[in-house]
């Protein structure tokens, strides 16, 4: 059964770093583009970044460049976002997904992805 798992989120001050890990387990994710989504309370899920399956191409919203960086390790079947210089407005729920080779033009629509995992809070408050 193939499933994606996020893990590295909480509570941090501003200004504070968290990185948030996508482990998947069931599947490979080699041949997989890797997205990063977040929702707020009362608002719609959005696209942070993503990053092709080689790891080779990556796109991220302009709300978190410079901020925040997507990664991959394929050898342990995990993504990673590591989330700099926090701010308040970043607090969400943190989903990663997975889609079979899908373009870096099409990676920030969540309607793509056929892959989720359950999410990882992340609170941003002093």
């Known amino acids: 059964q193939m499933k994606l798992a996020e893990s590295g989120g909480g509570l941090v001050q501003p200004g504070g770093s968290l990185r948030l890990s996508c482990a998947a387990s069931?599947?490979?994710?080699?041949?997989?583009?890797i997205g990063w989504f977040r929702q707020a309370p009362g608002k719609e899920r959005e696209g942070v970044s993503c990053?092709?399956?080689?790891?080779?191409?990556?796109n991220s919203a302009d709300y978190v460049k410079g901020r925040f960086t997507v990664s991959r390790d394929n050898a342990k079947n995990t993504v990673y976002l590591q989330m700099n210089n926090l701010e308040p407005e970043d607090t969400a729920v943190y989903y990663c997904a997975a889609a079979a080779r899908l373009s870096m033009g099409l990676c920030a629509r969540r309607i793509y992805y056929g892959y989720w995992g359950p999410g990882t809070q992340v609170t941003v408050s002093s």
């Open positions: 990053i092709s399956g080689s790891g080779g191409s990556t």
């Open positions: 069931g599947f490979t994710l080699d041949d997989y583009t």
